[in-house]
């Protein structure tokens, strides 16, 4: 490997389901670290979830799998056999870093809780993603984006258009800035390391990460600025959104309302309402926000989408269209930064994938290797931590290894 990568010569053993630690061990495998997957037996539930969201789960085609997990190794150990948590010692042995989403209660129960391995390995950076935190009532309760992060945290009920039905949960949103929390606490435990010698335990839950997202609106709304809101009642008239003449949606952010407004106003054919002291002024506006909604709703529908994007940007004013997913995978501004990366799977069919999303000036992105196949590194790995050709063929037949 390069010597550009950062985190070059740091090992992470990654023993983790489905999206917000795995995204974590991602994270730092992009950076240069030499990350090892340990899975069940049959493989981590990642490479199945993807028919729930009408996507291929195979071998040859899983971008669900493989969004989370290319520049990876992994194994599929037995972990409840004594062959297999040998495995997962001696892979522990000479790691770095253990990131895991395993509740505390079922880590203990195999000897894997950093109380367990802070003793054995005590330069290790234990790295794990909780539901709800290590305390309180719910510390052990099974947490995932969808309750965590967005009910519980706040998400789901403080973005919903008032009085209609909750936010829709979109599968992995929480997860990954989770994840990206935790590569980032992880780094810091690493640095620690390297100036005392000693490890570090690192927690994220999911629900601390809605809250935390939520964190300017929680404190708004302790001096009467309630969530949910209507788009018909907003904080201001200019930071909403609105529906365009071809159904398309804009998103209007003119913050500093004094600087920009006279612009906005001859851009959306309106320039007489700069004599209007219903709306000439941030604090006349704020006393007459669902008037001005009112006016600026209609004149938005003169226009398509388009249209407005060509006006809006001529003007200089601060807006953005409302983007969807397959918007998206074609926009042009996306490619050109490198936050999209194409994959062409065993299949033959080509899809694309999502760039992790720190970049450094220096050391650049790395290429892209495929995600594993199920027990295609096995004896790459154990061969790597002393096992013999003849033990390893052993542990296969007693089915400690896949």
Same mark, same amino acid.
């Given at each position: ?145 969808? =309750? ?6 706040? @998400?789901?009920? +403080?973005?919903?258009? %008032? !009085? ?5 949960? /979109? ?58 809101? =209507? ?6 008239? @200019?930071?909403? +959104?609105?529906?365009? %003449? !071809? ?5 209007? /952010? ?81 490619? /050109? ?66």
């Amino acid at each position: 490997m390069s010597d550009k990568w950062l985190l070059k010569g740091v090992k992470v053993v990654e023993f983790a389901t489905f999206v917000a630690a795995p995204s974590c061990a991602k994270m730092l495998a992009d950076w240069g670290a030499d990350v090892i997957k340990v899975e069940p037996i049959s493989g981590e539930g990642q490479r199945k979830i993807g028919l729930s969201f009408s996507s291929p789960a195979k071998e040859d085609e899983n971008p669900w799998f493989e969004n989370e997990n290319f520049n990876k190794k992994s194994i599929c150990v037995n972990i409840k056999s004594l062959e297999g948590k040998e495995v997962m010692e001696r892979l522990l042995s000479e790691a770095d870093v253990f990131v895991t989403n395993i509740r505390v209660e079922a880590l203990k129960k195999i000897g894997l809780s950093y109380d367990q391995l802070k003793e054995k390995y005590p330069r290790l950076v234990f790295a794990q993603v909780l539901g709800y935190g290590e305390k309180g009532p719910l510390k052990d309760k099974p947490g995932f984006d969808y =309750t965590a992060y967005f009910a519980r945290g706040g @998400v789901m009920a +403080s973005l919903m258009e %008032k !009085d209609t039905s909750p936010l829709n949960g /979109a599968a992995g949103f929480g997860d990954h800035y989770t994840g990206v929390a935790l590569a980032a606490g992880t780094c810091a435990a690493l640095v620690n390391k390297t100036r005392t010698g000693k490890g570090e335990k690192v927690t994220v839950s999911l629900y601390h990460m809605g809250i935390y997202g939520l964190g300017c609106m929680i404190l708004s709304d302790q001096y009467g600025n309630k969530m949910p809101m =209507t788009r018909l009642s907003p904080n201001s008239a @200019v930071c909403n +959104s609105y529906q365009c %003449k !071809d159904g398309r949606w804009i998103q209007l /952010a003119l913050i500093q309302y004094d600087q920009w407004i006279e612009r906005f106003f001859k851009a959306i054919n309106r320039e007489e309402l700069m004599n209007d002291d219903r709306y000439n002024t941030h604090a006349a506006m704020i006393q007459n926000v669902e008037e001005m909604v009112s006016v600026v709703a209609e004149a938005m529908l003169e226009k398509t989408l388009d249209e407005w994007e060509e006006t809006l940007l001529q003007y200089d004013v601060p807006f953005e269209k409302v983007q969807r997913c397959e918007d998206i995978v074609k926009d042009e501004q996306a490619w /050109a930064n490198d936050y999209l990366v194409k994959k062409i799977y065993d299949s033959g069919n080509e899809g694309v994938l999502i760039n992790t999303p720190v970049k450094f000036g220096e050391m650049g992105i790395r290429k892209m290797t495929s995600a594993p196949k199920i027990g295609e590194k096995t004896d790459e790995i154990l061969s790597s931590v002393g096992y013999s050709q003849e033990e390893i063929k052993n542990m296969k037949e007693s089915k400690a290894v896949r």
